[in-house]
């Protein structure tokens, strides 16, 4: 019964759906623009350009 509880548990944790990655310029425009696309599709993951 406790194995069956911690594969429960486990299995809470697993996505959904998957996100897609969006490479984010060094800009604000850039910036707002990947936000609001993100929000538009659900939601993604963002990646920011180093030393921005």
Known sequence: MLGT???A???SLVPTSAHAVQFVGC???ALVNA???ANT???DDLVLSPFC
Do not use: R
């Open 5 to 7: 509880a911690a594969l």
């Open 27 to 29: 800009s604000e425009n």
């Open 35 to 37: 936000i609001n696309a």
């Open 41 to 43: 599709m659900g939601g």
């Open 9 to 11: 548990a486990g299995l």
